[in-house]
């Protein structure tokens, strides 16, 4: 479920970026978690989660994303690993920052801050978190008891209205460069947030028909605009170029990729991203609590987009669970 109002400014698209998420009938609330709108750094989509009623209460069997707040000095005491998940009452607000592109793992740095909003010099700010996706770290279980945040006169709940900032710095790295070669570029594509990416014509024209069209009616130097992320499209232009280190697919990437490779006919691609989810159909899973393999999200993708072969094998999986349950 999304809640609140959300923006995000960006100094350099791919660099960095600055997110506010106001979350407003927070005391209404009844998803755990809450999901924000996405916004993007780098080379990946973010989002926050945050747990209204702390983590323990969400009924989930395993600890929630982490975070590693290691400054060289081995204080951990801002964060909780998995050996104090115990500690963990339930009794807390969690907050969580999360990547919608898995099959990057991007050098990057954040931190989360819970405005105060009648003080904000007394907003709780942690310091400056490395992004560790490889250890699944990336949060604050025990951000503020929850008594002291539904206390009208702590300022931090106001006409009952919860807001949070992300401040998100990603390094820019070579391995994600496409070797275009020698020819030079024709195309320019250009991304929601700004960032425009130069192609070849005459990679795009044979891999997609959209782009064959759409380069017969191309103004000259006229840029394409597309939907998508950064991520996803340095994904898809990594199939036709060489990529240093291409990123292997996830179930989450694969869901993140599916609208845009659709949406700009990327045939082959199509096909390739659905076998992907045909081979890892037993991965899919009940859970709403792991967004990546919840079968129900992956079949109303698949209605969305039509894809029927995708559709059929949802639906057989939430046959084979109903059985297993049985």
């Known amino acids: 479920m999304e809640a609140g109002a959300s923006t995000a400014s960006s100094k350099d698209p791919w660099d960095t970026a600055s997110f506010t998420w106001r979350i407003e009938g927070f005391s209404k609330l009844t998803s755990k978690p809450v999901r924000s709108d996405s916004f993007e750094a780098g080379i990946c989509t973010w989002l926050l989660q945050v747990y209204t009623e702390g983590y323990s209460s969400a009924g989930c069997s395993s600890p929630p994303p982490l975070v590693d707040n290691s400054d060289g000095d081995g204080d951990n005491s ?187 006919d990327f045939t082959k691609l199509l096909t390739r991203l659905v076998d992907f989810v045909k081979e890892r159909s037993g991965e899919l899973d009940d859970d709403p609590n792991l967004p990546a393999r919840f079968v129900i999200r992956w079949l109303a993708l698949a209605e969305r987009l039509q894809l029927d072969e995708l559709h059929e094998l949802c639906l057989a999986r939430l046959r084979g669970m109903s059985k297993e349950q049985r």
């Open 78 to 264: 801002d964060s909780y690993d998995n050996d104090s998940y115990d500690d963990v009452t339930g009794n807390d607000l969690a907050d969580f920052l999360e990547t919608q592109d898995d099959m990057w793992e991007p050098s990057a740095e954040y931190k989360i801050t819970l405005v105060n909003q009648a003080d904000a010099s007394d907003s709780i700010c942690a310091s400056w978190c490395k992004f560790d996706i490889s250890k699944v770290r990336r949060g604050d279980g025990m951000l503020i008891e929850l008594s002291e945040l539904r206390d009208v006169a702590a300022g931090f709940l106001i006409n009952d209205t919860l807001v949070l900032t992300a401040d998100v710095t990603v390094e820019r790295e070579d391995r994600f460069q496409l070797d275009a070669g020698a020819t030079p570029c024709d195309v320019t594509l250009k991304l929601p947030c700004g960032v425009e990416i130069p192609t070849h014509g005459q990679l795009l024209q044979p891999a997609s028909p959209f782009f064959s069209d759409a380069l017969e009616d191309m103004k000259a130097n006229a840029p394409i605009p597309v939907t998508g992320s950064l991520g996803t499209w340095i994904y898809i232009l990594s199939c036709l170029y060489p990529l240093h280190n291409q990123p292997v697919l996830t179930l989450g990437s694969v869901f993140t990729l599916l609208p845009v490779v659709h949406k700009f």
